[in-house]
Nanobody, 123 residues
Framework: QVQLVESGGGLVQAGGSLRLSCAASGRTFSNYAVGWFRQAPGKEREFVAAINWSGSFTYLTDSVKGRFTISRDNAKNTVYLQMNSLKPEDTAVYYC????????????????WGQGTQVTVSS
C-alpha cells in the first residue's frame, strides 16, 4: 500500500503561483511513477502531469506546458507540482496518484490516490 497526501492548495489571483506537494508513505515510493490529475466542478477528472520513478522524465498535458513543472524528491518521498501563471480555468481539485504502469495519462493506470487539494484561481 502507498498512502498519498496532497497539500499546498489555496486561493490565488490569476497570474499567481502555487506549489502542490504529494507526500507518500508505505511501500517504497521511489518505485512508482506519480501523476497529477484535476477535476473542475461539473467536469470529468483530467490528466495534468506525471513523472517517472527517478525524476528523469516528465510528461505534461498541453494546456499546462510552459506554466507547470513536476518534480520529485525521493529522499523526502514527495512529488511537487509547481504551478505558475495560473488561470481561472486551472480551478479544480488536484489529485496525485501513484502507479507502476506506463500509460500515465489514464486514470485506470494508477493504483493509489490521494484525497485531493482545492486550487481556486480568481480573475
Amino acid at each position: 500500500q502507498v498512502q498519498l497526501v496532497e497539500s499546498g492548495g489555496g486561493l490565488v489571483q490569476a497570474g499567481g503561483s502555487l506549489r502542490l506537494s504529494c507526500a507518500a508513505s508505505g511501500r517504497t515510493f521511489s518505485n512508482y511513477a506519480v501523476g497529477w490529475f484535476r477535476q473542475a466542478p461539473g467536469k470529468e477528472r483530467e490528466f495534468v502531469a506525471a513523472i517517472n520513478w527517478s525524476g528523469s522524465f516528465t510528461y505534461l498535458t498541453d494546456s499546462v506546458k510552459g506554466r507547470f513543472t513536476i518534480s520529485r524528491d525521493n529522499a523526502k518521498n514527495t512529488v511537487y507540482l509547481q504551478m505558475n501563471s495560473l488561470k481561472p480555468e486551472d480551478t479544480a481539485v488536484y489529485y496525485c496518484a501513484a502507479t507502476n504502469g506506463r500509460t500515465w495519462d489514464r486514470q485506470t493506470t494508477y493504483d493509489y490516490w490521494g484525497q485531493g487539494t482545492q486550487v481556486t484561481v480568481s480573475s
